[in-house]
């Protein structure tokens, strides 16, 4: 029966085609370590935000008037609102948290050499389009810091030389962030962007189902196959990967099920204190900080503040934070190293990498506090060294001395 | 090479942990002019006791709030029916003598006064309060409500400690009784903790220092002791306002985490399994 109804499927649909090479029988590299559960756990992380996402959306009210009531309701007067709407905010915070070591994944092993450019173009895609979802998503709940923390952001396009005053005004549709402001940041964040972020995901996990995973060896596992033609040192996604993914997603859910059900605030990470108070355009807040997922890119943002070549700081200060975010998308063709993994490479790229990770938490933690003249300095001097790592790329990878590849994955 | 990784992300992780300590310290909104007791610490805020299982004190702290702090103050994300529930009390005993003027059981709670005319009276219309533990924490509100003292210079005769030169009357002053900032001898204390001694007579050496608070003997309804436990019982009040779903929350929790912890070790169990067909 399940045989005769798959057969009609296929004769109209490759279905079983498509199972088969998406799923059942990918190809998985045999050493795959615990590094490559960020990719499976962003799905489900991604599954979890359109999810609860759909429930928020069934009573949140996108008005200035009425937003931050809306939340309130949705916590209070909603049938395990409260559940839901934790959900998404923990998932918020896990999405960022799971992306980043996803990157750094990448990094460590070379995953965006060739053949895999594309795929982590594909990746740096996704990772905008998260950016993006989260600036628009935190803006909704219309508490003191979503307001603050939309004018700071906004007013980042205020600073772009001539056109800067009306592309803000036109951003904002309004002389002041206003309802008309939360509005279309509604429109982007439930619609436009999680349709382009499902569409990407798809496509960069197509690409990646052509050119294959990588492996924390970097070495080529298509090279050496057996008969019938399936690469020898890997292993079917079925049953093999699948339970190994189940039982880590088990192990991730309960680390998100404590932060949801027993510290949704975060310890003010995940939910600022300073969004309990509804929005005011009189008030200010005291220190206005952005999620902390986006810190170390606030941090290089504060850190230039000096004009040069007549252009204000403060544009200079968007344009280094933009390129902090963009640079990632050249890694593939600044890297010139002939191996892909840091285990093969040599000391000054394992030196380049420590040195970026380093300069990204000590950018996130200053990216959470009050600027000194003292913090304002290392801000400035760890900007240059996150910079470092890709702009110095070229000339560390071409001239240091790697380690010879294996031919084949090595285990253990 | 694998471990310069490890121990590079470690150490970032660790800066990471002693950033989190560092701004979750900053997070309590710090308490203004606030004297400890012992005349060391000013601008922390005295630690509030509060406790979500604890229905007496939160009964009592809804009663000084329906009675004294809701003729100004709404709780206007919040309603009646649902805080008579939660805190146990009889849905009849709660219409009778809770809820005042024409509201409804069923209705947010709102505060008697106009915000426009509050605006005139007081400079500032009085903030609702239903997130008022979320957004400075219970001890701020614990520190702020027992830091009124009487000074003749501001408009409406009390000043707050916590919340220097605040438009808030002292609502509860009869309750209290009226409370000044005084001046007292405190021992000095020395680098190393000890106190500090004259050399010759070894007689303690003291050192006047101002800003604590006392109250008029006698002029209040309330001991101190039953004063202080009022307010704890408000601050637990406003907690509760805060996070109303609490407890629910973490049972709830307990039985998912309890199903993960199940989920998990059978899939451990499956995993394990296949993996010796690799092996």
Partial sequence: MVTKIMNWFDDRLPLTATIERHLTKYPAPINMNIWYLAGVLLVVVL?????????????????????????????????????IRYMHTTGASAFFALIFLHMFRGMMYGSYQ??????????????????MLGFTGYVLPWGQMSFWAAQVIMSLFGSIPYIGEDLLTWIRGDYLISGITLNRLFAFHVVLLPLALIAVVFVHILALHEVGSNNPDGVDVKKFKDEDGVPLDTKPFFPYDITHDLYA???????????????????????????????????????????????????????VTFPLFGLTAKFLGFVVMAAGIAIFV????????????????????????????????????????????????????????YFAYFLLMPIYTKYEKCKPVPDRVQLG | MKKTILSASLLASLIALIASANLSAAAGAPCGNYLSEDGLTKGECKEAYVDATDKASLQRGAQ??????????????????????DLEIPLSMFQDNLIFGDQKIGDLILAGMDPKEAKEWFGNAPPDLTLEAGLRGPDWIYSYLTSFYIDESR????????????????????????????????????????????????????????????VDNGTGEMTPEEFDQAMLDLTNFLAYMTDPLKIERETIGTYVLLYLFIFTMLSYLLYREFKKDLH
């Avoid at chain 1, 060739?114 to 950016?131: H, S």
């Fill in chain 1, 330 to 385: 050249a890694l593939p063709w600044l890297d010139r190293s002939p191996v892909k993994s840091i285990r093969y490479k040599g000391n000054y790229s394992k030196f380049f990498l420590a040195l970026f990770v380093v300069s990204f938490f000590v950018l996130g933690y200053l990216g959470t506090v009050t600027s000194t003249p003292g913090r304002t300095l290392a801000a400035q001097i760890f900007t240059v060294t």
């Fill in chain 1, 114 to 131: 060739k053949p895999r450019e594309l795929l982590w173009v594909l990746g740096w895609i996704t990772y905008l389009l998260l950016c």
């Fill in chain 2, 155 to 214: 408009p409406l005769g009390v000043n707050n400690k916590v919340y220097e030169n605040v438009g808030m009357p002292h609502v509860l002053i009869d309750m209290q009784g009226t409370p000044r900032s005084v001046c007292r001898q405190m021992p000095l204390i020395a680098s190393n903790g000890g106190i500090k001694q004259d050399p010759l007579t070894g007689e303690q050496l003291t050192q006047e220092k101002c800003g604590f608070l006392e």
């Fill in chain 1, 47 to 83: 599954v979890i935000q359109l999810a609860s996402g759909i429930w928020l959306l069934m009573n949140y009210e996108p008005t200035a008037e009425g937003a931050f009531a809306s939340i309130q309701y949705i916590m209070r007067d909603v049938e395990y609102g409260y559940i």
């Fill in chain 1, 249 to 303: 997603i088990g192990v991730f859910l309960i680390f998100f099920v404590t932060i949801m059900f027993f510290y949704p605030d975060g310890g003010g990470y995940v939910i600022e204190y300073v969004n309990y108070e509804a929005a005011d355009n009189l008030k200010t807040p005291e220190h206005i900080v952005p999620s902390w997922y986006y810190t170390p890119y606030y941090a290089m943002l504060r850190a």
């Fill in chain 2, 64 to 85: 000084v709030y329906m009675n004294y702090c809701l003729g100004c103050h709404s709780l206007k994300y919040a309603r009646y029916k649902k805080v008579s529930e």
